[in-house]
């Protein structure tokens, strides 16, 4: 009984407050720091796209053309970039291989990458290897060169566009409803009835000449709550004016006009929707009682009775 009672006093001090914001502070912090991880992103495959380019020139110069343009790069999918010459060019394996990964720092592309040269007419693979960090590479046909020729190179890079960001949101999202849902837990008790005791409003005996009884309720109007034995629920001020009026008249039909006019006649703006959902609240705390009822007559308007 002492555990469980530490337990539940811990948890209705303010550091259940304090806890709750702090969730929602770092889910705030976490999911705008996965926007900068995409910004950071953008500017990786920039200078990815400037290496490429860069690769190109150099290929060129070993081909003896210094006039031809390297076309723009592409990112023809997600992580895979397409490198096309304006006219053919010859080239050495070893040297693209070597020029590849002098270019690529190993600590940016953890898992490697691929670079493969096709035939630009016949999309025929003419050469190609893999670049891999946390295993043997695959470098084959060393030694060799190609003959002059349309070639187009694809460079792929299978971590590129990491899922990182998203699982970010995701998890981000997560905490930001756990913080919500701890808060609600901790402000969100309007419709839970507390222990009279623990109320600053105690029940004198001058006041209680001054409560009306309604079923298993004590209905205290001025006070603008419901008492049930040692429970008491409070009441807004128009959920206590309905209440009222429904009570003054009970088992009488109360038009939707009359409750409408009476209740809402300061406010100039006088909606249905307003009426029906103070009275959906009040049927909520008068749940308690099975022997009360707010019976909606469809286009009419509403009557407190038995619930018999």
């Known amino acids: 009984m ?17 806890y709750g914001i702090a969730i929602i502070l770092l889910a705030i912090f976490l999911i ?9 992103r953008d500017l990786q495959a920039k200078q990815v796209n400037l290496i490429i380019r860069d690769i190109g020139h150099r290929l060129l110069l070993q081909s003896g053309d210094v006039t031809s343009r390297v076309l723009p790069v592409t990112e023809t999918k997600e992580g895979t970039f397409r490198l096309i010459l304006e006219n053919e060019f010859v080239f050495n394996h070893d ?30 693979i003419v050469y190609g290897f893999q670049v891999n960090n946390s295993s043997p590479s695959i470098l084959p046909c060393s030694g060799r060169s190609e ?3 349309c070639y187009l190179i694809e460079f792929t890079f299978p971590d590129f566009y990491e899922n990182y960001p998203y699982t970010h949101l995701v998890y981000s999202g997560m905490l930001l409803l756990l913080g919500v849902t701890v808060l609600v837990g901790r402000f969100g008790k309007t419709l839970t009835p507390t222990p009279l005791q623990n109320q600053d409003h105690t029940i004198t005996q001058e006041h209680a ?8 309720f004590l209905f205290d109007v001025k006070g603008q709550r419901l008492v049930k034995g040692g429970e008491v629920i409070s009441l807004t001020d128009k959920e206590c004016k309905i209440l009222e009026l429904l009570n003054h008249s009970f088992g009488e039909l ?16 006088i909606t249905g929707r307003s009426l029906d959902m103070f009275v959906s609240k009040l049927r909520k705390k008068l749940s308690s009682d099975p022997q009360l009822k707010i019976t909606n007559v469809h286009g009419k308007g509403y009557k407190l009775e038995d619930g018999d």
């Open 254 to 269: 109360i038009t939707r006009e009359t409750l409408m006019q009476k209740i809402w006649i300061d406010e100039g703006v």
């Open 2 to 18: 002492r555990v469980n009672s530490v337990f539940t006093s811990f948890f209705s001090h303010r550091f259940v407050v304090r």
């Open 32 to 40: 705008a720091s996965s926007f900068t991880k995409h910004s950071d």
């Open 147 to 149: 003959s002059s020729g």
């Open 209 to 216: 000449s001054e409560l009306l009884a309604l079923g298993e």
């Open 95 to 124: 040297s693209l291989m070597v020029m590849t990964q002098e270019l690529f720092p190993k600590n940016q592309f953890p898992s490697g990458y691929t670079v493969t040269v096709l035939n630009c007419r016949k999309a025929d």
